[in-house]
């Protein structure tokens, strides 16, 4: 049990575009989603929190209008990354908290962005 | 807010050597806190995590931690190393969100 999927699980995509990550609970209801960001050889940096049906809650320093996020069931989140550029390039994994409560996340196998 | 820290950002043991991977933690209420193994290119997978029972957690792979609070420490143990334990390590905090610390990369030599 307690399953998380993302899709996909690599994209490249040019310099400009705009890139959509899926992230899906695939056993359980998640009131609660989680955004991060990991580049080569270091840790997890939470980019944001996404509860269903209202507005993502964004770490300071992650701009909102470059990665948008959308929880709009409870099984559903998605990562747009917008006029994406190389920098951007990165090892994004989200994670799921189950709705009947706790503090553990469920994490996604990640999703490897690299822009040319 | 709550924190950890990974002490080393890199340990080499020998293959069938104690493996001890070291996290203190900084939280104003319990806490619950987690270790993971990611292997490259990989998401992370749960090795063990610490909801306030039992202050000593067994986990997979032979992996167990004990939580001291007197130290906030929680370290992470495995009597005999295996090569198939080379992999990246994080300790976790869990609140309203979970948080990270930097990482130990764990080699193991033949």
């Known amino acids: 049990g307690a399953v998380v999927s993302q899709h996909p699980s690599r994209v490249i995509c040019k310099s400009g575009t705009s890139v959509k990550i899926e992230c899906r609970s695939l056993?359980?209801?998640?009131?609660?989603m989680f955004w991060y960001r990991q580049f080569p050889k270091q840790s997890l940096m939470l980019m944001a929190t996404?509860?269903?049906?209202?507005?993502?809650?964004?770490e300071q320093g992650v701009e909102k209008d470059k990665f948008l996020i959308n929880h709009a069931s409870l099984t559903l989140s998605t990562l747009t990354v917008t006029s994406a550029h190389p920098e951007d390039s990165s090892f994004y994994i989200c994670?799921?908290?189950?709705?009947?409560?706790?503090?553990?996340?469920?994490f996604g196998p990640g999703t490897r962005l690299t822009v040319t | 807010a709550q924190s950890v820290t990974q002490l080393g950002s890199h340990v080499s043991v020998s293959e069938g050597a104690l493996v001890l991977l070291r996290c203190n933690y900084s939280?104003?209420?319990?806490?619950?806190l987690f270790w993971y193994v990611q292997y490259p290119n990989q998401g992370l997978q749960l090795l063990l995590k610490?909801?306030?029972?039992?202050?000593l957690v067994k986990g997979i792979n032979g992996f167990e931690a004990e939580f001291k609070k007197s130290e906030t420490s929680f370290h992470l143990t495995k009597p005999s190393a295996h090569m198939s334990d080379a992999a990246e390590y994080f300790c976790?905090?869990?609140?309203?969100?979970?948080?990270f610390g930097a990482g130990t990369r764990l080699t193991v030599k033949p």
């Open positions: 994670s799921a908290r189950d709705l009947a409560g706790g503090y553990e996340q469920y």
């Open positions: 056993d359980f209801q998640a009131t609660t």
């Open positions: 996404s509860n269903e049906g209202s507005k993502a809650t964004y």
């Open positions: 939280s104003s209420v319990p806490p619950y």
């Open positions: 610490y909801t306030s029972a039992a202050t």
């Open positions: 976790a905090v869990s609140g309203n969100d979970m948080r």
